[in-house]
């Protein structure tokens, strides 16, 4: 079974543009989150996907959008990008809808914004 | 969702075993813990989950006493491989869904 597939895995953008990242979850997976992980503020959540529809968002702001598809595949945008979104992005699915469900966790796309 | 607390780092050496502890005081009552390790530039990776008494995986085992406010992650017989990142979750659902919050974590460097 493939596992959680984030595509690109760098970009580099200047300040001001915008950005997609996409992330494929595990064949059978609905829910999909988004993380941002840079060195002084650790793992943050963005927001979950599930079905289309989003479930759950972070304290980030509006820049930071996404969506998800009818396949479950989920991107995630960011407008007018700033020096301080270079970070790492993460998504990650699960399968089963219940608490403490296991996260898999896709390698990642490293943002750097210049 | 309840808050965690963990050591920053911790040090050790290969073939030891390692005991990392998590403080979660406002566990609720439908609440698991689950930790996960990470490698630099990866995602994190699930290693155990619990919500009472003791589990054991081939990786690791976690202790969590009767009040279920702290958790103890034990690692046997670390290798250099398992310098990583350990992060203990508490509770990961939000409004209808998953919001998973991760804390600092523990930075485990294992020295040979």
């Known amino acids: 079974k493939a596992g959680v597939t984030q595509t690109p895995r760098y970009l580099i953008k200047t300040r001001g543009q915008q950005v997609t990242l996409s992330c494929s979850p595990i064949s059978g997976h609905r829910s999909v989150s988004w993380y941002q992980q840079t060195p002084g503020q650790g793992l943050q959540f963005l927001f979950e996907y599930f079905s289309e529809t989003q479930r759950n968002k972070g304290n980030f702001p509006g820049r930071f959008s996404g969506r998800q598809f009818s396949n479950s595949r989920s991107e995630m945008n960011v407008s007018t990008l700033e020096l301080g979104d270079s970070a790492l992005y993460l998504c990650?699915?699960?399968?089963?809808?219940?608490?403490?469900?296991?996260?898999?966790f896709g390698q990642g796309t490293r943002l750097t914004v210049v | 969702l309840a808050k965690t607390t963990q050591p920053i780092s911790m040090d050790s050496y290969e073939g030891q075993e390692v005991n990392i502890t998590c403080s979660h005081n406002n566990i609720a009552t439908n609440d698991y813990i689950t930790w996960y390790q990470q490698f630099p530039s990866q995602g994190p990776r699930f290693i155990i989950q619990g919500y009472k008494t003791k589990v054991t995986n081939e990786v690791a085992s976690l202790f969590i006493p009767a009040d279920r406010k702290s958790s103890t992650l034990s690692l046997p017989r670390v290798s250099l491989s398992d310098t990583a990142v350990y992060y203990c979750l508490v509770g990961d659902r939000g409004t209808g869904g998953f919001k998973t919050i991760f804390g600092a974590g523990t930075r485990l460097f294992v020295k040979a």
């Open positions: 990650a699915s699960r399968g089963v809808e219940r608490e403490g469900t296991e996260a898999f």
